[in-house]
């Protein structure tokens, strides 16, 4: 790592990985005396994310979970028992729920398409997986592609079609109007690349379903063995679009699959209504199952054994989650450049920018924020708390004062916060108050919160969860005439003068912007990749 100084500014060698402010914490009834702290770099190698061996101890609180039927069907699902289908049980299924199960066909295609754009936004998400060349055939399964591309477009992908042979019928002219009324483009075979593997994130397969038979006739044998050739970058470990067959891997037999290991290999397969018999054979990493129309009478009759679709979901995982290399994970961030002239003079009015940005992006709780604490026994400990105020002496949260990081703060008070703003590839800082500010606070909150922060003995053991209940109640009916509810003497809030910030905004190839920014000086550093 290196650190540059800004030209006419003292210099400074810290290397810090995370926006933090380093501050004097006391009790909000005593004087804020702050002094600046100096750290040496390997205090902070892993300031963001910190494992500490003995800090989780017994004894833990005992509390009960209660989960939902859904949720407790998946836990006791065994994905060995699901039902896979031969082709006839297909076609006859297929032919009950469009004959006396009253459904029509483009009912049950756009459940199924619906179906693929759900499964395929479980795994990739747009922001690094937009483009999207879904390859359709002439049949039902071709009609899936189309439904699912137009969803895909809602759920913020960008789609591209290729539809060579396009069939003739209203229901499937009509998909295609849908299409081009939302401006999704769609490819004739000829301008499609002949390698489709840097152009594309992610390529639909649904050329064919479970009632195709024979071989692949043009275009669709070329299209296919573009599919297959990719097969080609997972051994040279290159980055290649990832496969998404719908229902059928197109070329498969439906029952005995890839028969001389030639065909597809897609990284995900969605079965429809039921996996049909040759997904057995599908070695990739995502497995899900769409189509959620199977009524009782159809499940009965073929003794179906399917995965309890989990909430609204229109598609359910069959199988375990892929493992995953976590050594492997890695995003390469791409913001614009935060340069010295971009820096607010005063770091507090830099961090309310940000902090604006973070509210007009509609980011989850951006004062959501990460509270280090040491105690006299040095060991440190990190946990979430919230910004509750932010004034130009520091930042304010609320907690209980019994609680590890009270006793913390009593016994040492110098703490760091740390805001991380996903969308916005930023982190951000922390700080304490009076009992007055705290009163006041307390009685703005939902009567709910303030009973609760009484019945709350944060850090300690109680029995199980029902003691709280119970406390909760009893509280709930005292105070139900609207009367006051005091105050807990040891709750209140803390705030942290801040004596440095650090303002972090991710860029790519790890060359990230970094500005530390000390109240009275101003100090840039930027981290090379080692």
Sequence with gaps: MRSLVVKGRRSMTLSLTSLYLTHSLTHTHNALHATFRTFSPP????????????ILRPPIRAFSTTKTASEQSMASFDPSSVTYLTQREAAEIDETLMGPLGFSVDQLMELAGLSVATSISEVYKPGEYSRVLTLCGPGNNGGDGLVAARHLHHFGFKPLVCYPKRTPKPLYAGLV????????????????????????DILVDAMFGFSFHGSPRPPFDDLIQRLVSLHQYNQSGQKRPVIVSVDIPSGWHVEEGDIDGTGIKPDMLVSLTAPKLCAKKFGGPHHFLGGRFVPPAIAEKYKLILPPYPGTSMCVRIGKPPQIDISALRENYISPEFLEDQVEADPINQFRKWFDDALAAGLKEPNAMALSTVGKDGKPSSRMVLLKGLEKDGFVWYTNYESQKGRNLSENPHAALLFYWDGLNRQGPVQKVSDEESEQYFHSRPRGSQIGAIVSKQSTVVPGRHVLYEE?????QKYADGSLIPKPKNWGGYRLTPQLFEFWQGQKSRLHDRWLLPLYDRLLVFEFPV
């Design 472 to 476: 909760y109640k009893e509280l709930e």
């Design 43 to 54: 205090s902070l190698h892993n300031t963001l994310f910190q494992i500490f061996s003995g």
């Design 177 to 200: 109007t849908q299409l081009e009324a939302l401006s999704i483009p769609f490819m004739s075979v000829e301008d499609l690349p002949s390698d489709f593997s840097n152009d594309f």
